[in-house]
């Protein structure tokens, strides 16, 4: 089985334009984790990849995704799929149904096959179990660490890449 990191290098390597999502309220705890990697990945990402902090309202950049028409994108997001907290899974799209995203105004999986009515593109959701929404407190300790690999792979796809 293919792991994460290595089908994230392959997206990024076949991609001459990608976009990466920053999913969620960064108010609420572990729900903010997406976020919290944008803000850690803004000076480390290559011109050819745009970070951006979405928070709990993706579909308010659906004009501006189908206008820079990238070939990959990639949300990251806290996902409650029944694992443990810290847990990283990259979910497929037609996967997506059993897992909760609690924070979006629209679901999750209407975003997505919109997007994909409108652009030619792979779009792949990477999934962070988190374990506490606590309002105003910040991210735990195991989903921290989950951020930090993610943030540490990411950075070593920009450079072997790129």
């Given at each position: 089985?293919?792991?994460?990191?290595?089908?994230?290098?392959?997206?990024?390597?076949?991609?001459?334009?990608?976009?990466?999502?920053?999913?969620?309220n960064?108010?609420?705890?572990?729900?903010?984790?997406?976020?919290?990697?944008?803000?850690q990945?803004e000076?480390?990402?290559?011109?050819?990849?745009?970070?951006?902090?979405?928070?709990?309202?993706?579909?308010?950049?659906?004009?501006?995704?189908?206008?820079?028409?990238?070939?990959?994108?990639?949300?990251?997001?806290?996902?409650?799929?029944q694992?443990?907290?810290?847990?990283?899974?990259?979910?497929?799209?037609?996967?997506?149904?059993?897992?909760?995203f609690?924070s979006h105004?629209?679901?999750?999986?209407?975003?997505?096959?919109y997007?994909?009515?409108?652009i030619?593109?792979t779009?792949?959701?990477?999934?962070?179990?988190?374990?506490?929404?606590?309002?105003?407190?910040?991210?735990?300790?195991?989903?921290?660490?989950?951020?930090?690999?993610?943030?540490?792979?990411?950075?070593q796809?920009?450079?072997?890449?790129?």
């Amino acid at each position: 089985m293919e792991s994460w990191e290595q089908r994230l290098k392959e997206e990024f390597s076949n991609s001459t334009k990608s976009v990466i999502l920053g999913i969620g309220n960064d108010l609420k705890a572990d729900d903010g984790v997406g976020p919290h990697i944008i803000a850690q990945l803004e000076n480390q990402a290559p011109v050819q990849i745009d970070l951006i902090n979405v928070g709990t309202v993706p579909e308010n950049f659906i004009s501006l995704l189908i206008e820079k028409q990238p070939e990959f994108i990639l949300l990251l997001d806290a996902a409650l799929m029944q694992a443990e907290p810290g847990t990283i899974r990259l979910i497929d799209k037609d996967n997506i149904g059993g897992i909760a995203f609690s924070s979006h105004q629209l679901p999750l999986t209407f975003f997505i096959e919109y997007l994909e009515s409108n652009i030619a593109t792979t779009i792949l959701v990477l999934g962070i179990q988190p374990l506490t929404d606590d309002f105003a407190q910040p991210i735990s300790e195991p989903v921290q660490t989950a951020a930090n690999q993610i943030i540490n792979t990411l950075t070593q796809i920009f450079r072997e890449t790129i």
